[in-house]
């Protein structure tokens, strides 16, 4: 991982477009669900931050996306669902 705010530094490219999607799914977890995975990496977290709040990102699913999710972990019982 770069210094920047994108995994290859100032530039957003393909590994940021896979990575997007993967990071806003855990962000939709509950706090007690997704803090184990990213804990003590913090350039990890920066670089969440940065794809978060990217405009293409937050226009790629509908306001309500984190409670689609969570519906449909909890209706399928899912563990992550909290």
């Known amino acids: 991982m770069s210094e920047g705010p994108y995994f290859a530094a100032a530039d957003f490219t393909m590994v940021d477009v896979v990575a997007a999607p993967i990071f806003r799914f855990f962000d939709s977890l509950s706090e ?3 803090a184990p995975f990213f804990e003590g990496l913090p350039r990890v977290a920066a670089w969440r931050s940065a794809l978060r709040a990217r405009d293409s990102v937050k226009r790629a699913v509908g306001p309500d996306y984190a409670d689609r999710l969570t519906s449909e972990l ?3 019982q899912a563990l992550l669902a909290g």
Request: aromatic residues 0%.
């Open 32 to 34: 007690k669900a997704s």
């Open 74 to 76: 909890r209706k399928r």
